[in-house]
C-alpha cells in the first residue's frame, strides 16, 4: 500500500511558477512509476505528465511541455512538479499518482496507476 500526500499547491499570478510535492509512504516508491494528473471545473482529469521508476524517463502532455517539468528524490520519497510560465487555462485540482509497473516509458493512462493522492489546488489569475 502506498499512500501520496500532494503539497504546494495555491493561488499565483498568471507567467508565475509553482513547485508542487507529492510525499509517498512506502519502502518500494524508488521502483514506481509517478504520474501527475490534473482536473479542471466541469472537465475530466487529464495526464499532465510522468516520470518513470529510475528518473531517466519523462512524459508531458503537449499543453504543459517546455513549462512544466517532473523530478523525483527517491532518499526523500518526493516526486516534485515544477510549473513555469503558468496560464489562467493551467487552474486545477492537481494529483499525483503512482504505477508499480517497471517501465522505461511513463504511462500517460489513468489505468495504470494504483495509488492516488487526495489532489492539492492550484490556481492561476489573469
Known amino acids: 500500500q502506498v499512500q501520496l500526500v500532494e503539497s504546494g499547491g495555491g493561488l499565483v499570478q498568471a507567467g508565475g511558477s509553482l513547485r508542487l510535492s507529492c510525499a509517498a509512504s512506502?519502502?518500494?516508491?524508488?521502483?514506481?512509476?509517478m504520474g501527475w494528473f490534473r482536473q479542471a471545473p466541469g472537465k475530466e482529469r487529464e495526464f499532465v505528465g510522468a516520470?518513470?521508476?529510475?528518473?531517466?524517463?519523462?512524459r508531458y502532455a503537449d499543453s504543459v511541455k517546455g513549462r512544466f517539468s517532473i523530478s523525483r528524490d527517491d532518499a526523500k520519497n518526493t516526486v516534485y512538479l515544477q510549473m513555469n510560465s503558468l496560464k489562467y487555462e493551467d487552474t486545477a485540482v492537481y494529483y499525483c499518482?503512482?504505477?508499480?509497473?517497471?517501465?522505461?516509458?511513463?504511462?500517460?493512462?489513468?489505468?495504470?496507476?494504483?495509488?492516488w493522492g487526495q489532489g492539492t489546488q492550484v490556481t492561476v489569475s489573469s
Open positions: 499518482a503512482a504505477d508499480p509497473g517497471i517501465v522505461y516509458y511513463p504511462s500517460v493512462a489513468e489505468k495504470r496507476y494504483n495509488y
Open positions: 512506502g519502502r518500494t516508491f524508488s521502483s514506481y512509476a
Open positions: 516520470i518513470n521508476w529510475n528518473g531517466r524517463s519523462t
